[in-house]
């Protein structure tokens, strides 16, 4: 069974950073892809982020723009959003997702495991 657990969000001003981490458990993540999506209020689920176990490359929506980085630490079972000048459109639920079959979507329907999300609210 896999369990992913989401951690770092928060309430901050726009301009502001946030670090969004992901803990992955479970069973062994090689080949996984992993991904991060996020959810603002009466909105669709959408995606983010995303990258392959070996680290390279990375997909990114067009919305992040060069803010966004995403990382992982195969030792730790852990992925990483960075998120740089935070917007007041960034503020949605954020979740990490996994992707069995390593495929480096964009599409949730991919991913088959889900955290529970963690909150992100920029303010003006």
């Known amino acids: 069974q896999v369990h992913l657990v989401e951690s770092g969000g928060g309430l901050v001003q726009a301009g502001d950073s946030l670090r969004l981490s992901c803990a992955a458990s479970?069973?062994?993540?090689?080949?996984?892809?992993m991904g991060w999506f996020r959810q603002a209020p009466g909105e669709e689920r959408e995606f983010v982020a995303a990258i392959n176990w070996s680290g390279s490359p990375a997909y990114y929506a067009h919305f992040t723009k060069g803010r966004f980085t995403i990382s992982r630490d195969n030792a730790k079972n852990m992925v990483y959003l960075q998120m740089n000048s935070l917007e007041p459109e960034d503020t949605a639920i954020y979740y990490c997702?996994?992707?069995?079959?390593?495929?480096?979507?964009?599409?949730?329907?991919?991913?088959?495991?889900w955290g529970q999300g963690t909150p992100v609210t920029v303010s003006s």
């Open positions: 997702a996994a992707d069995p079959q390593g495929r480096g979507s964009s599409w949730y329907g991919h991913y088959d495991y």
């Open positions: 479970g069973q062994t993540f090689t080949g996984y892809t």
